[in-house]
């Protein structure tokens, strides 16, 4: 039985990238070359490592500015951060009335059927439901239009390992984000610009979409000791009929991020739409994804379990080649390209 302690190591607080870098395509690049040493890169040299007929897959979800701060009828602050709709976000964010999955700081002093108010906005009831455990809570918002509001007190939701101001909220979003509803960005592809998109298209390479709202295994910590105990949260997928079609006719399928791998494998078991629960893990067989941009991920995570399931034990030498050459770590990071067939 696997233990979750097989996948940690020790990750200096000062290697957490804090800000990311002016130049979104200059973030370094550690290259997987198997039983050979990794060579460093940058982003931007990813025409340079790709080829003709291979097929980039991105995540286009678009993170909401879905952390609210609220106070009870005590006068308590209350923190809601919004994770998914009852159904699509585009239709929970242009009706009047939605329900939500939420989380909710503290959730033990909200009862049931408590309103809470945000100070200087009056377009906007927020009623704590059900408690759904670990924080999480089914909430009614009212408003005559969300997506408005949320735009006017909502603030980014970063993680909680960045403690700095992020000064550019559009940079906490994927130049390509276009389908509203994640807590969280689908950060391997904060690398992408939209020059070196063209770049890769002008050489040879497909770019394709899926849709992955990103949710609650984001910010919630495997606490189970054995794998077999963890219970991945669903999360809203769409393949796209273009994407499939592009998948058929590509060489290979080179995923942007653990969400796009989510997504991709997802679909290859159950269909182009749906809620996955799927928790990839060793030994998995991937049907899709034959190269992985990604970021590096917390000690302890359930996105470094699935770079095991991707490239084996020998993640830990190129992680280990990573901090001691340098690299920076998780959101706002560096990244690496990893092939599954090295």
Do not use: C
Request: aromatic share 6%; proline share 8%.
């Amino acid at each position: 039985m696997t233990r979750i302690g097989d996948f940690d190591y020790e990750l200096p607080p000062e290697r957490i990238a804090q800000t990311p870098l002016a130049d979104r395509s200059s973030s370094r690049l550690l290259v997987d070359r198997g039983a050979a040493p990794p060579t460093h890169q940058r982003v931007a040299e990813l025409v340079d490592l790709l080829q003709p007929g291979d097929l980039l897959v991105v995540n286009d979800t678009r993170v909401l500015p879905a952390r609210i701060f609220a106070t009870r009828p005590t006068g308590g602050r209350t923190e809601v951060l919004l994770l998914q709709p009852d159904g699509p976000a585009a239709t929970a964010l242009a009706a009047e009335e939605s329900v939500w999955e939420v989380l909710v700081k503290p959730s033990r002093k909200v009862a049931p059927g408590t309103e809470l108010v945000v100070p200087g906005e009056d377009d906007l009831r927020i009623i704590v439901g059900e408690d759904l455990g670990e924080g999480r809570r089914r909430a009614r918002l009212q408003s005559s239009g969300l997506d408005a509001a949320l735009d006017r007190i909502g603030r980014m939701p970063l993680p909680p390992y960045i403690t700095e101001t992020l000064d550019d909220p559009s940079r906490y979003q994927t130049v390509y984000a276009r389908q509203p509803g994640s807590a969280a960005a689908p950060t391997a592809g904060l690398h992408l610009t939209r020059p070196l998109l063209e770049q890769l298209q002008s050489a040879g390479i497909g770019l394709a979409t899926v849709d992955l709202v990103v949710g609650l295994d984001t910010f919630r910590p495997v606490t189970a000791d054995h794998l077999d105990d963890h219970h991945m949260h669903r999360e809203r997928y769409h393949v796209p009929e273009a994407t499939i079609a592009a998948i058929e006719a590509a060489e290979r399928v080179v995923a942007v991020g653990t969400t796009s791998v989510r997504a991709l494998e997802s679909w290859a078991l159950h269909g182009p739409d749906g809620a996955t629960d799927l928790f990839i893990r060793e030994p998995f067989d991937f049907q899709v994804v034959d190269l992985l941009l990604t970021n590096f991920h917390m000690p302890k995570s359930t996105l470094l379990v699935m770079i095991d399931a991707f490239v084996g034990p020998r993640w830990r030498t190129l992680y280990a080649e990573a901090l001691s050459t340098g690299y920076r770590f998780l959101s706002f990071g560096d990244a690496m390209l990893l092939n599954r067939h090295a």
